[in-house]
């Protein structure tokens, strides 16, 4: 029975640890970390278990042909039926095949968890088969040195580093299979590799090249796409995914923030800062498919014949209650502003900008934040406004080389303490819609210039700020939404001030900006907030949207570029917008000033520094893993000096009898003697290795065991001073052997 038990631990210890098997799965975490990074862990204990089942079937394979001919074919059909079953499943609803799905790079699509998962089943029972017959039924190494080349090809499929800790894995796992099946060398005298010196070689192999890694890091290259984009036609795909960043989209999931999609250029620019461009505007957020979609609100548009004309008012608000406030006495009473009577707001400056379409086959100009008009636009149509503050072609798609021209303001009204007070006074004002109307009544009579704007800039909010109040006040309903805006927001009264407290909060808060985070189905804004802490964009401007709503301020998504990229050419651009500066964020409206765009997404800018500066990345990665491996290596080798110490301070506080006992084992072990030999046969194996005499262990093992003497603690002493010169004798005959080994070879040379 103690035989079995043996016989089966020695079987477990033997095909959980096998090389191969182990190769299998660091092949499968190599090409899953590229589909699903954040299940990369799961796939790999499936491929580890399901792996070692199917290892077993293919031994019984290997030993019944013909069954197991059949069992191997069933088994492989199994597999098919599988992926073709998942395959039918992800297609539901999904407009890409697999196969396009397969070719096209990663992040240009959709997360598809069926295709995924298809992916792996065809790999996983490919990778088994493939390596299980060219390892156990007819070793090639040549064809095992291939099987490396399969996550690379993946990897190589678009501009992106495969990750250096699965390049130095993938090598030294097929070292170790190398190495475990003794092709180091063709001669007769070829030994088995012991284990343990196996793995402290491969230690070694790992920390040179993770070396090599850190202080040879690959280049920035820009991927060659045009083979691939041929062989899938990807034009019509190309095309949806840009027109995703047009005006009329019927709804958003941000999935296009997290696709590369490269640098091509949609716009250039002039302009003396890099603002936000905002290209869409969305109102509703549907918490179960995770979308905003646009209402009428975002669409219902006016034809603009004529240029300059405005778009916004933004912070000239204020400017207008205060004519009125000092134009007629019994208002500023009315709504207890008299105080400010004397006050001096200073007008907005503002910059003039020029935006030129580089792409063609959109409807939408970019208009920028703060924009108060567009002064004049080469598109030959008619120009649209939407409510939104949305520019577009109303008859005809703005074309390559269309160049808009803008004035905008800058977000810095509330750093001046007189109109910030002001502001935030009339953000008191609890019918702040009739407060408008009311101070429009106010104005002098007059047809001074900046009165008639005046009077446009009342009119133009009261309605702003009704339709705000009726359609950006929506958060869902979310009682925990709506709990953690005022827990939050509870001690502000200021719409700007609990604005900028929500804009602050992610980054105060551990929210980590991740392109490689895909979001699982089902998940929304609510898992952001309370649990993954983790996305892009899309993520943090609808989440301050919905807080911004549930604090009582109307927000709403938008969607448009980051103008972030320097680019000085011979036509006075000094911006370069490209696909890949593809942005959301939340817009919300300030009582006393207007809309207000906002930037919770902190990590941004770092993101994008971090991506041009690909080499210092890689040497960081490489110095981590580099010292990494130093320290497993280091406890590979300290490892003896460790285990050896612990054992005698473990030992020292037992019983003599089981201290006796524990010793004979120990040296059993450290000499790599079986644990089925008799006590005089690990005495004679000892001393055949390394001359130490245990004699006297041997003779107290006996008598505890089978002798029925109680031992005493000068027994235990005995027994671990023996233990002690035993171990130090089994390093000198190592050390020995190795220098034995060194000199036949040097004379053999």
Excluded at 511 to 529: A, I
């Amino acid at each position: 029975m103690t035989e079995r038990k043996e016989d089966l631990k020695a079987f477990l210890i033997r095909t959980l640890a096998d090389p191969v098997l182990l190769y299998v799965v660091i092949a499968m975490m190599s090409i899953m970390n590229h589909y699903r990074s954040i299940d990369m862990w799961k796939y790999a204990i499936v491929s580890y278990v399901a792996g070692w089942f199917i290892f077993r079937l293919f031994d019984f394979i290997n030993k019944h042909h013909i069954i197991g001919a059949v069992a191997y074919i069933l088994l492989f059909s199994g597999f098919i039926a599988g992926s073709s079953a998942v395959i039918e499943r992800g297609s539901e609803k999904y407009p890409v095949s697999w196969g396009l799905w397969f070719l096209t790079p990663v992040n240009a699509m959709q997360y598809n968890k069926w295709y995924t998962i298809a992916i792996f089943m065809l790999f996983l029972i490919f990778m088994l088969s493939v390596i299980y017959y060219f390892t156990r039924v007819r070793y090639r190494l040549f064809m095992n040195f291939l099987i490396l080349i399969i996550p690379f090809s993946i990897y190589g499929k678009e501009n992106e580093e495969m990750a250096i800790g699965f390049i130095i894995a993938l090598c030294v796992g097929f070292f170790v299979v190398l190495a475990n099946f003794r092709q180091m060398s063709d001669t007769k005298d070829a030994k088995a590799v012991d284990r343990p010196e196996m793995f402290r070689s491969a230690a070694v192999f790992t920390v040179l090249f993770a070396l090599l890694a850190a202080f040879f890091p690959k280049p920035p290259i820009e991927a060659d796409r045009t083979m691939i984009d041929t062989l899938i036609n990807a034009e019509a795909l190309t095309d949806r995914f840009l027109n995703m960043l047009g005006i009329f989209q019927d709804e958003s999931d941000g999935e296009q923030f997290r696709r590369n999609m490269g640098n091509t250029p949609f716009y250039y620019a002039s302009s003396p800062q890099a603002v936000q461009l905002k290209t869409s505007t969305f109102t509703s957020y549907n918490f179960q498919n995770d979308k905003w979609s646009y209402s009428e609100i975002d669409s219902r548009y006016w034809y603009q014949e004529e240029l300059p004309f405005s778009i916004y008012y933004d912070g000239e608000v204020a400017q207008a209650v205060l004519c009125a406030v000092k134009n007629d006495s019994d208002f500023a009473e009315k709504y207890d502003l008299t105080e400010f009577a004397d006050i001096t707001i200073s007008p907005n400056r503002k910059f003039d900008m020029r935006i030129t379409a580089v792409t063609n086959r959109t409807n939408s100009a970019p208009v920028p934040a703060g924009a108060v008009s567009m002064n004049s636009s080469t598109f030959k149509g008619t120009h649209g406004l939407t409510k939104s503050g949305i520019v577009f072609s109303h008859d005809d798609e703005f074309a390559s080389g269309d160049t808009f021209r803008y004035s905008y303001v800058l977000p810095v009204f509330f750093n001046q303490e007189k109109s910030k007070a002001f502001a935030e006074a009339l953000a008191e004002i609890e019918d702040y819609e009739q407060l408008l109307n009311d101070a429009h009544d106010a104005l002098p009579v007059s047809e001074d210039e900046e009165v008639q704007k005046y009077n446009q800039v009342l009119l133009k909010n009261a309605e702003a700020y009704e339709h705000a109040v009726e359609n950006y006040l929506d958060y869902g309903g979310s009682k925990k939404i709506y709990e953690l805006a005022q827990e939050l927001t509870d001690d502000v009264d200021a719409p700007y001030e609990k604005a900028k407290i929500l804009e602050m909060y992610f980054i105060e808060n551990d929210y980590t900006y991740d392109l490689s985070y895909r979001k699982e189905m089902g998940e929304n804004v609510e898992d952001f907030l309370f649990d993954t802490k983790r996305g892009v964009c899309y993520e943090y401007a609808t989440a301050m949207t919905l807080l911004a709503r549930a604090a009582g301020i109307p927000a709403r998504y938008c969607e448009g570029f980051n103008m972030q990229t320097q680019y000085l050419d011979d036509k006075g651009n000094n911006f370069i917008v490209t696909a890949n500066d593809a942005h959301g964020f939340p817009e919300l409206y300030i009582k006393g000033y207007g809309w207000m765009c906002f930037e919770p997404t902190r990590t941004w800018g770092e993101i994008e520094k971090e991506k041009e500066d690909v080499s210092s990345l890689l040497m960081k990665s490489g110095l981590i893993i580099l010292g990494c491996s130093a320290v497993v290596l280091l406890f590979i080798f300290l490892t003896p000096v460790l285990t050896h110490g612990i054992f005698l301070m473990i030992v020292r506080r037992k019983t003599p009898d089981k201290a006796t006992a524990a010793v004979m084992r120990r040296l059993c072990k450290v000499y790599g003697i079986p644990r089925t030999s008799t006590a005089h046969e690990a005495e004679n194996a000892i001393y055949k290795k390394s001359s130490a005499d245990i004699s006297a262990v041997t003779l107290l093992f006996e008598k505890s065991q089978y002798g029925g003497c109680e031992l005493t603690e000068e027994d235990k002493t005995k027994a671990i001073t023996t233990y002690i010169d035993a171990y130090k004798a089994y390093g000198e005959a190592v050390k020995a052997e190795r220098k034995a080994k060194r000199n036949k070879r040097k004379r053999t040379t």
